[in-house]
T-cell receptor, first 111, second 114 residues
Framework: SQQGEEDPQALSIQEGENATMNCSYKTSINNLQWYRQNSGRGLVHLILIRSNEREKHSGRLRVTLDTSKKSSSLLITASRAADTASYFCATVPYNTDKLIFGTGTRLQVFP | DVKVTQSSRYLVKRTGEKVFLECVQDMDHENMFWYRQDPGLGLRLIYFSYDVKMKEKGDIPEGYSVSREKKERFSLILESASTNQTSMYLC?????????????FGPGTRLTVL
């Protein structure tokens, strides 16, 4: 069962611009995670934000979480061509170890 | 460096064949997962395991089975492959609930069933 929906489905920007991706989910969660997938490869974990946190930073990444709206956003600042990939949000429902993935946002960064 | 490896990057099989996909992790993780990934559908959980010889059905277990005889190894079995099982298969592992439980993924196996 798909819990996360991501918006937009695809995003094209120039190097140096910021990229924002949004994720909405349906049920209560323990935490929310963002992953990156380069074309045809496995996923790489980027950042995790717990349900009692509102914002988290890691390098050029900024994640926000609004549990009242059941939504999260991922901001990539000063994007680079190497950021070109698909980005997935994944939620962890309470008392489980399962990740429930959204359908992803395809980001294209042009040099 | 943590690692999850999968036995094949690309695999081509015929309808009706029995297919084994192997996954090995070197992080001593209790949890292991098998997903399939299809365009427009994201990642869907097939089976997961919390411990050796333990298994739980995910969202789409039909047509699949799994085996976990050792902690580091989790196998996905297609008993009789069908064309609608053509997909990218991803294995992952994680620490148990209560920790950060981020998942570490293997590189994926692209399976084509003819």
């Amino acid at each position: 069962s798909q819990q996360g929906e991501e918006d937009p489905q695809a995003l094209s920007i120039q190097e140096g611009e910021n990229a924002t991706m949004n994720c909405s989910y349906k049920t209560s969660i323990n935490n929310l995670q963002w992953y990156r997938q380069n074309s045809g490869r496995g996923l790489v974990h980027l950042i995790l934000i717990r349900s009692n946190e509102r914002e988290k930073h890691s390098g050029r990444l900024r994640v926000t979480l609004d549990t009242s709206k059941k939504s999260s956003s991922l901001l990539i600042t000063a994007s680079r061509a190497a950021d070109t990939a698909s980005y997935f949000c994944a939620t962890v429902p309470y008392n489980t170890d399962k990740l429930i993935f959204g359908t992803g946002t395809r980001l294209q960064v042009f040099p | 460096d943590v690692k999850v490896t999968q036995s094949s990057r690309y695999l081509v099989k015929r309808t009706g064949e029995k297919v084994f996909l192997e996954c090995v992790q070197d992080m001593d993780h209790e949890n292991m997962f098998w997903y399939r990934q299809d365009p427009g559908l994201g990642l869907r959980l097939i089976y997961f395991s919390y411990d050796v010889k333990m298994k739980e059905k995910g969202d789409i277990p039909e047509g699949y089975s799994v085996s976990r005889e050792k902690k580091e190894r989790f196998s996905l079995i297609l008993e009789s492959a069908s064309t609608n099982q053509t997909s990218m298969y991803l294995c992952a592992s994680s620490s148990p609930w209560g920790s950060n439980n981020e998942q570490f993924f293997g590189p994926g196996t692209r399976l084509t069933v003819l």
